[in-house]
């Protein structure tokens, strides 16, 4: 049987990535205080720990990058 080709089809299951705000902001190439000021502006909303730490998923890490494509 053959693997699928990297970046085709669903997402296997199980855990998913989950980074800190400072991940964040470096692999999308912004600052953490603009995370959490787009966060107030409610363009996306992190995921929290029990303890409020934000973790930010590979889909708030798209809408991030999408937000850094903005005019």
Do not use: C, H, K
């Not at 995921?47 to 809408?63: E, K, P």
């Amino acid at each position: 049987m053959s693997e699928p080709a990297a970046g085709r089809g669903a997402r296997p299951p199980g855990p998913r990535a989950l980074y800190a705000i400072s991940v964040a902001a470096e692999l999308t190439g912004t600052g953490q205080q603009n995370i959490r000021f787009y966060e107030t502006r409610g363009l996306l909303t992190p995921l929290r720990t029990a303890g409020g730490t934000r973790q930010y998923s590979d889909d708030d890490i798209a809408v991030l990058l999408r937000i850094g494509q903005a005019p």
